[in-house]
C-alpha cells in the first residue's frame, strides 16, 4: 500500500501515513490518484500539520508500507 509521509517546514513534525483532516482515514494511492481510505473523498496536496496546525503545500513523500 502506498502512502503519503509529509514532514511540516514550520515546526519539523514528519507524519506517515498522513491522515485526512475531515474524518482521519488514512491517505492511500490508489492508481493515479490519492483518496481517504475512510470516505473515498479525493485529496489534494495541501497539508494541516497534525501538531501545529500550518497549511502548507507540497513536503511530502510516498511510502510504500507493507500490507
Given at each position: ?13 514528519t507524519k506517515a501515513p ?25 485529496i489534494g496536496d495541501t497539508f494541516i500539520c ?18
Open positions: 500500500m502506498i502512502v503519503r509521509k509529509y514532514t511540516c517546514p514550520k515546526c519539523g513534525y498522513a491522515t485526512h483532516k475531515g474524518c482521519g482515514g488514512i491517505v492511500i494511492k490508489v492508481g493515479d490518484k490519492w483518496i481517504c481510505n475512510a470516505c473515498g473523498a479525493e497534525a501538531k501545529c496546525g500550518h497549511e502548507f503545500k507540497g513536503n511530502w513523500v510516498e511510502v510504500d508500507i507493507p500490507l
